[in-house]
């Protein structure tokens, strides 16, 4: 068992040591700031039910027990980014993978030992990652942690009052430190089980089970659960408003989520039936026959959107016109508007590499047709656009309906022609698709040199 | 009869092997020539020299009349899709697009309209035997059946040459004499010229004229008897 165990670190080694290790460092960088993340949660957790909390200066979002629950559900949301990214990370390299899992059957591996040498592969990063996850903890906890002492005065200690996000008057257990980090590592484990639930590894090489069929709205359900949540908080006057817009935030934000494969399936059908151009025609069939991976890539899209349109409208209702406008506005308002639109930012930098991953992979696996098209007289501007295209569908799409959710009811049910900040939310949505826009061609350029070798000559006479 | 393609002194090498040699070759305006050799000869290296995908270090390609080695990416690119049909050994059809759509791709490419292109296409899979594929996925088609949508592919901008790079060499016998017998068919009632490598010795009798490559450079070069 032992001598079992330790042959199978040493083949992960070779693996790892061998082009792996771009892999296993971003596998561990997911990892390591969904812990660092997780042990925040659990740090603002511990200080809620400690004792000695009124002794130090923090943030309301920490302090008032009122606002915390759904500053918890905003760092636990920030995870999903992280965690999208992981999922996509775990599919690089796919091709190259397959073909040494199937050389390992060949040599003569067991189906569960190739499944076994797979979880280690992911798993050891993933787990080296969670435990790596206390030093972002510790760096969050040292730029935004808070300070013990009584409170003072002036507007400007009230910004910095309003950043202290990470009580420092409690800190996690070592036992429950290891508790996150393992768990962080196996959640990581399991994102690489699931990517390959569909592979059936042989000693002739990888097959996989029949694809499932066209994604259907069923996730639609969540986004009609939150229509009741929406009305009982805004209109009857609920009696418990803070866990209404928790259940509303996650309600949205994972039917979206989950939303992506169909959205991108019947656009890719749309884009096809009138496509008039090579980019469109391809980008869209891909998307026809196989939404899952790029909605997988740009999910998180619809998701940032939602937060990002949902958050737009409240600044709009701050500015007093007969005070000055934006002059007097409380830093416990405008604190956690910018610290949202600046972890929206980050989300949405995650999801750039998310789907250029997913570009990447998509030019690896599509290798041969995409050298063909350039022979065929596909310029390499047109086979960009076929990337560029092939992303650009799930995300724009979802980024569009993700600020109509978001801000749409609030506008229809509040919007007033006279107000005079009524802007605000339009211009948050406009500058949202705008963001997303810039992400998509971002992560077409990250591309580029892969998309150079998937169109060589060399890959003319590949099987 | 005039010169269509031209190939003078091409020099080519991939990290230290000389794929080509210093070849020459010509090849006449409605010639179907087979290029044969043994394996590594360099064969498919100066098809897709001549065909301006690759590019040699040494050498001239003229197409036409044109210095096809001097011009840049994008004008290869162009002249290639209209002037150019290709036809590789697995088809290297894209996945995800229908038959007709593969087919349609050239025209498409050259900003023809839809449905236009789409007439064309399925009018040469009808000419090939294959219209009731015009609707399948590449994944759905045998490989004698994908060749044939790749021949139709090459064979709808109406070009003046189709480069063939083993274009039986993946099928059966049966499957690969009646893709061979349907692109000779074709090319010779287009009046286009057909420049394909094969290791098939029937395939090349097939040809109007064979050049034999070894290590690089041509061994022996004539008209088929």
């Known amino acids: ?463 | 009869m005039t010169v269509l393609v031209q190939g003078h002194a091409l020099r080519k090498s991939f990290a230290r092997t000389e794929a080509l040699r210093g070849v020459s070759v010509e090849i006449g305006a409605g010639e179907i020539l087979a290029i044969t050799g043994p394996s590594g000869s360099g064969k498919s290296t100066l098809l897709l020299c001549l065909a301006g995908i690759l590019r040699p270090e040494a050498g001239e390609v003229i197409f036409d009349q044109q210095r096809l080695d001097r011009l840049g990416e994008a004008d290869r690119t162009r002249l290639r899709r209209r002037e150019m049909g290709i036809v590789l050994q697995f088809g290297q059809l894209v996945p995800e697009l229908t038959a007709a759509q593969n087919v349609a791709l050239p025209l498409l490419l050259e900003k023809h309209d839809r449905a236009a292109a789409r007439r064309a296409a399925l009018s040469w899979l009808d000419r090939l035997g294959a219209a009731d594929l015009a609707d399948q996925v590449p994944a759905e088609l045998s490989g004698g059946q994908a060749q044939r949508v790749a021949v139709a592919r090459a064979l709808v901008t109406g070009p003046k040459v189709v480069f063939a790079d083993e274009p039986t060499g993946a099928l059966d016998t049966v499957a690969g004499e009646q893709v061979l017998g349907q692109l000779l068919a074709a090319v010779r009632d287009t009046g286009a010229t057909l420049v394909m490598v094969t290791h098939d010795n029937r395939v090349a009798a097939r040809a109007d004229r064979e050049v034999v490559l070894r290590d690089g450079s041509v061994e022996a070069a004539g008209v088929v008897s």
């Open chain 1, 1 to 463: 068992m032992t001598a079992r165990l330790g042959t199978e670190l040493r083949l992960v080694g070779a693996f790892l040591s061998a082009g792996g290790a771009p892999r296993a460092g971003m596998v561990a960088a997911c990892t390591a700031l969904v812990s660092g993340l997780v042990l925040v949660v659990l740090t603002v957790l511990l200080f809620a039910l400690s004792p000695s909390r009124e002794r130090e200066q923090v943030s309301e979002l920490v302090a008032d027990g009122g606002v915390r629950g759904g500053y918890v559900l905003a760092l636990l949301l920030i995870c999903v980014a992280p965690l999208a990214l992981l999922r996509q990370v775990i599919r690089l390299g796919t091709a190259t993978r397959e073909q040494r899992l199937a050389a390992l059957r060949l040599a003569g591996a067991t189906p569960s030992d190739v499944r076994r040498i797979g979880a280690l592969e992911v798993g050891l990063p993933a787990v080296a990652g969670g435990f790596a996850g206390y030093l972002v903890f510790a760096a969050l906890r040292a730029v935004f942690g808070g300070r013990a002492g009584a409170d003072v005065g002036g507007s400007s200690t009230e910004v910095a009052r309003q950043l202290q996000l990470v009580p420092t008057s409690v800190h996690p257990a070592w036992w429950q430190v290891l508790l996150v980090a393992l768990g962080v590592g196996l959640a990581g484990v399991l994102a690489g089980a699931t990517a390959s639930r569909s592979l059936i590894i042989s000693p002739l090489g990888v097959s996989r089970h029949a694809p499932r069929g066209a994604p259907r709205p069923t996730a639609a359900v969540l986004l009609l659960l939150a229509v009741p949540i929406f009305i009982a908080r805004t209109g009857f006057g609920s009696s418990t408003p803070e866990l209404d817009t928790l259940v509303l935030v996650a309600a949205l934000v994972l039917g979206l989520l989950a939303l992506a494969p169909w959205v991108a399936y019947r656009v890719g059908r749309a884009v096809t039936a009138r496509a008039t151009s090579v980019p469109a025609l391809v980008a869209g069939r891909r998307l026809a026959t196989d939404a899952r991976a790029a909605a997988r890539a740009a999910a998180v899209v619809g998701a940032i959107a939602v937060v990002a349109g949902g958050g737009g409208v409240v600044p709009s209702s701050l500015p007093d016109p007969s005070r000055g406008g934006f002059d007097g506005v409380d830093p416990f308002y405008t604190v956690p508007i910018a610290a949202v639109g600046v972890v929206l930012l980050a989300a949405l930098l995650l999801v750039t590499f998310s789907m250029a991953v997913h570009g990447v992979e998509s030019l690896v696996d599509r290798k041969r047709s995409i050298a063909a098209l350039a022979a065929l007289g596909a310029s390499a501007e047109e086979l960009e656009r076929v990337q560029r295209w092939e992303v650009g569908l799930v995300a724009l799409p979802m980024a569009v309906i993700g600020v109509l959710v978001g801000s749409g009811p609030y506008l229809l049910a509040f919007g007033d022609v006279g107000h005079s900040y009524a802007w605000i939310p339009l211009l948050v949505d406009c500058v949202t698709v705008a963001l997303v826009w810039l992400a998509v061609r971002l992560s077409t350029w990250i591309t580029r040199p892969w998309l150079v070798r998937a169109s060589a000559p060399a890959n003319l006479r590949t099987a």
